[in-house]
């Protein structure tokens, strides 16, 4: 069955450097996304990604945060100077289509990738 | 902005019993809603997908309906395992999509 894969499963970085977390999406899905979920809090939307850009994004994923589809499999996420509230486990997921074509958008979510800032 | 409400926030119950879970949600513009299943340490497992259309959606024990107009959603667990132990998360599915905190249900054996 296909599924969304994210790379690496636990990265330790320290306070200040760059990380870039990997996601493989479903491969004919077209609609990407992060979230993140710090330990013990709820899992919160941070960036959609459609055509090449961004279409919507939330209040926390500010200037620190970026996002790139570098080639025809993989999507992005790039921390420019992690700090420690950057910890948490962070969640690619991917849908066939969007709120436009309403009979599919089912998300489906990778394992996540752990961040531990220090 | 979405704000996604689930009660109660934990439940623990004897296997082999009925059970409900709530979910409300502030912005009744959503296209779908979905209720995901989360393992401790693990990622989000989709369980049903409904349509912004529909009422009701089924799957094995577990049965999903949407009130969109009055912002409620209910998961529905027939004859529960310890299996099903686990937190369950609730998201519609707007511009964005908001996910409630979950309900993390415990089944004793």
Redesign the interface.
């Known amino acids: 069955e296909p599924e969304v894969t994210q790379t690496p499963s636990h990265q330790v970085t320290q306070m200040g450097q760059e990380v870039i977390l990997r996601c493989v999406p479903i491969s004919n899905h077209l609609y990407f996304?992060w979230?993140r979920q710090i330990l013990g809090?709820?899992?919160?939307?941070l960036v959609?990604f459609y055509n090449n850009e961004i279409s919507?994004k939330?209040e926390i994923f500010d200037d620190q945060f970026s996002v790139e589809r570098p080639d025809g499999s993989n999507f992005t996420l790039k921390i420019r100077s992690t700090k420690l509230e950057d910890s948490a486990m962070y969640?690619c997921?991917s849908s066939l289509r969007d709120?436009v074509f309403?009979?599919t958008?089912?998300?489906?979510?990778?394992?996540?990738s752990r961040l531990t800032v220090l | 902005k979405q704000e996604v409400t689930q009660i109660p926030a934990a439940l623990s119950v004897p296997e082999g019993e009925n059970l409900v879970l709530n979910c409300s949600f502030t912005d009744s513009a959503i296209?779908?809603l979905?209720w995901?299943r989360?393992d401790p340490g693990?990622?989000?497992?989709?369980l049903l997908?409904i349509?912004?259309?529909q009422r009701e959606q089924t799957s094995g024990r577990l049965n999903a309906s949407l009130d969109k107009s009055s912002g409620r959603s209910t998961l529905y667990i027939a004859a529960s395992q310890p299996g099903d132990s686990a937190t369950y998360?609730c998201?519609p599915?707007?511009?964005?999509?908001?996910?409630?905190?979950?309900t993390r249900l415990t089944v004793k054996p």
């Open positions: 996304y979230y809090q709820k899992v919160e939307f959609s919507e939330s969640f997921a709120r309403e009979k958008g089912e998300l489906f979510f990778g394992e996540g | 296209y779908n979905q995901f989360q693990k990622g989000l497992t989709s997908l349509q912004s259309s998360l998201a599915r707007g511009n964005d999509m908001r996910f409630g905190a979950g």
